[in-house]
């Protein structure tokens, strides 16, 4: 074999794959949704890891951070930091980070199939609290997992955890643009989503009896990056893509037509009637499914320029004839138009955001 196709990782040598990480922004270099700011509520830390839950009393911030492990320089983190306790969990509370692998991604492992293939998980890890915390590989349909521990050994202090993940031969993994694989990452979890370390069951599962519950101590923080899922039992170093890469690979779920500054352009469009204001947008990348549209609004948000007569959108966009691949918008402006008006659509506020969503 020649040296070009193969990889010295420690004292063992297997093969460079190449590709191998099947987890997409695992280094959050794009936060398309938030732009690195501080968020409550939203569904996502960054683009691909999703707040799966902050179901029960407990609240947070979660952010997009420039804070990582010496050994991964110079990229960035996901951090969550608790701001109200949930010191008595319910059976059904959970506060889970999850990432979706896309069954076309993940097909190959076999997972399902007596021919499903041994895989590792690693990533880094930093809490102030120290203990046994856990997480799960489970299918899409939540009727198959498999939970994993991992200790954190020493608080505020970034530390590498690497997971040899089981395959499961039964049950159903989707191998379709649908849910393959979800991996998660507990911070407090009720007995609901409980399961014994060994095997997989026949349930939804988010971590074991043993989690730390991070929830419990207000402005305890939990933060990870250098996420890796790859096929084998060897945990390679960390894979990095290039950044247009790996934000072309997240557009595939997720891309923002954000505003830059006033006045920035959006599109060319067209007067419909004398009220309805039209546009077309062609994404950058296929996206997974038709989308739906993620937007941040308010008044005079979006402003209409043509034929002498400015206007704005008074209201939200609403997606017409939408593909993997394009979509027509429309809106209602606040001022009559004249219908067959060629029209300049920009960004008149630096708070709006447009963007569509192809989520798992």
């Not at 990889?7 to 938030?34: C, K």
């Not at 109200?84 to 692998?101: E, K, Q």
């Not at 991604?105 to 809490?127: D, E, P, Q």
């Not at 979006?302 to 939200?316: L, R």
Request: hydrophobic residues 35%; aromatic residues 10%; contains cysteine.
């Amino acid at each position: 074999m020649p040296l070009s196709k193969i990889q010295d990782i420690g004292n063992q040598v297997v093969p460079n794959l190449g590709r191998r990480n099947l987890i997409i922004n695992g280094a959050f270099l794009h936060d398309q949704r938030h732009n690195f700011g501080t968020h409550t509520t939203e569904t996502f830390i960054g683009d691909r890891l999703n707040v799966e839950g902050l179901v029960g009393g407990g609240g947070a911030t979660m952010q997009v951070v420039s804070d990582s492990p010496d050994a991964l320089p110079n990229i960035n983190s996901a951090k969550v930091t608790v701001t109200s306790t949930d010191t008595s969990l319910a059976a059904a509370d959970r506060y889970t980070l999850r990432h979706i692998i896309e069954g076309n991604h993940s097909r190959h492992l076999g997972f399902g199939t007596s021919n499903a293939k041994t895989c590792t998980l690693s990533f880094y890890v930093k809490s102030s609290l120290t203990g046994t915390f856990s997480g799960a590989i489970s299918n899409g349909a939540n009727d198959r997992g498999r939970p994993f521990e991992y200790t954190i050994s020493s608080a505020n202090t970034w530390e590498r955890k690497t997971i040899l993940i089981v395959p499961d031969t039964s049950g159903t993994y989707l191998t379709t643009n649908g849910r393959g694989i979800q991996i998660r990452w507990a911070m407090a979890i009720g007995s609901n989503r409980h399961a014994a370390l060994g095997s997989y069951s026949a349930q939804e599962v988010h971590g074991t009896s043993n989690q730390t519950n991070l929830f419990a101590t207000n402005g305890a923080t939990f933060q990870l990056t250098g996420l890796q899922f790859e096929e084998g039992t060897v945990a390679t170093d960390f894979e990095h893509r290039s950044f247009a890469e790996e934000l072309a690979l997240c557009q595939r779920y997720f891309t923002m037509h954000s505003n830059l500054g006033t006045n920035t352009a959006l599109s060319d469009g067209f007067s419909w009637d004398a009220t309805e204001v039209d546009f077309m947008y062609t994404f950058p990348v296929e996206m997974r499914a038709t989308p739906s549209i993620y937007q941040v609004t308010g008044a005079n948000y979006f402003k209409i320029q043509g034929n002498s007569v400015t206007s704005y959108v008074d209201g939200n966009w609403t997606l017409q004839y939408a593909s993997k691949f394009a979509t027509s918008h429309y809106a209602t402006s606040d001022a009559s138009r004249t219908a067959g008006d060629s029209l300049h659509i920009t960004f008149n506020n630096t708070a709006a955001r447009l963007g569509y969503s192809a989520e798992l």
